[in-house]
């Protein structure tokens, strides 16, 4: 019913930046939290980071604190990530993910989330 799809991916080199996005159709954008999880080859999908549905509060991994930043425009129904200062390490596909009824703690596990999008590949040279 609801579909999510991400766009904004590519290959950059270190230290460079990237907007990521998320289009949300088939529901009602603000009544979810939304997150960002990135999962490399080989690895578990791990959490990158989630808003609230109003976009009043916002949670990041320790990994990308302080260089990444969520936002989302509800008048546009799109979800955002702004990655800068991106490292080797950031290469992941990433992926978009809604969660209808939810807890704030717990909105960094994949099990909070209802939908999930197709992912986009975000490669980052050295």
């Known amino acids: 019913q609801v579909q999510l799809v991400e766009s904004g991916g590519g290959l950059v080199q270190a230290g460079g930046s990237l907007r990521l996005a998320c289009a949300a159709s088939g529901g009602t954008f603000s009544s979810f939290a939304m997150g960002w999880f990135r999962q490399a080859p080989g690895k578990e999908r791990e959490f990158v980071a989630a808003i609230t549905r109003l976009g009043s509060n916002t949670y990041y991994a320790n990994s990308v604190q302080g260089r990444f930043a969520i936002s989302r425009d509800n008048a546009k129904n799109t979800l955002y990530l702004q990655m800068n200062s991106l490292k080797p390490e950031d290469t992941a596909v990433y992926y978009c993910?809604?969660?209808?009824?939810?807890?704030?703690?717990?909105?960094?596990?994949?099990?909070?989330?209802?939908?999930w999008g197709q992912g986009t590949q975000v490669t980052v040279s050295s």
């Open positions: 993910a809604a969660a209808s009824n939810y807890e704030r703690a717990w909105l960094t596990s994949r099990r909070q989330y209802d939908y």
